[in-house]
């Protein structure tokens, strides 16, 4: 299934999906940032902004990548201070400059092994050094683990060509073993979108 057409379909039926507040993890990357001397954060997968705002309006210099073009009409008057571009996650090598902190929000786990590794590699390639790295990916204690065709160990198809892969804390910790890890966490999301009411299972890492 071709992403942009995709998310373009969802956003295009659904408008802001996950409505105006950020993420809780957005909330507690924000509290980790602040620790470090960080100004320009960089946010793959921003959709329309929800979480790309909570930084900007900290005050911090954003950059957000979107493959769908539904979801950045939709930042334009949401997150206004944001600066955004179309493209994939994937294509992200392709932006000039480095960032000091890269937050990734339920984007990691839509990829096969192999373009998993190579973002997580984009990724790093991106960052100054002692930059942070600040991952937010579904977790197999999630109610959706097991779900579909099983197509690699941990990832499954619930429709056609939608690949979720599903992270236990030491397959996390794997991903990331290029990095310095400084924290990782599962936590609860609550959701209101598509049947109603529902919350993710979903592990976060932070690292270096």
């Known amino acids: 299934m071709d992403q942009k057409a995709f998310w373009n379909g969802r956003y295009s039926k659904e408008g802001k999906i996950w ?5 809780n993890t957005a909330v507690y990357a924000l ?15 921003a959709g329309y902004g929800r979480n790309t705002r909570l930084f900007s309006d900290a005050g911090y210099k954003v950059t957000g990548i979107e493959i769908s073009d539904v979801a950045l009409k939709l930042s334009n008057e949401f997150d206004p201070a944001t600066t955004f571009f179309e493209m994939s996650a ?4 392709k932006l000039e400059g480095k960032y ?3 937050y990734c929000f339920n984007v990691l786990h839509l990829f096969m092994a192999e373009e998993r590794e190579s973002l997580i590699q984009k990724c790093l390639n991106s960052l100054e050094n002692n930059g942070l790295l600040f991952f937010v990916v579904f977790s197999e204690k999630d109610e959706s683990f097991g779900k579909g065709k099983e197509i690699e160990p941990n990832t499954f198809e619930s429709k056609p060509g939608r690949p979720s892969h599903y992270f236990t804390e030491a397959d996390l910790k794997a991903h990331f073993r ?14 209101t979108h598509g049947e109603g009411p529902h919350t993710h299972m979903l592990r976060y890492i932070l690292c270096g």
């Open 31 to 45: 509290i980790q940032f602040k620790k470090y001397p960080i100004q320009r954060i960089l946010v793959p997968g």
């Open 90 to 93: 994937l294509d992200l090598d």
């Open 100 to 102: 000091d902190a890269i």
């Open 178 to 191: 290029k990095t310095r890890i400084i924290e990782t966490g599962l936590v609860e999301e609550p959701e």
């Open 19 to 23: 409505g105006d507040a950020p993420s």
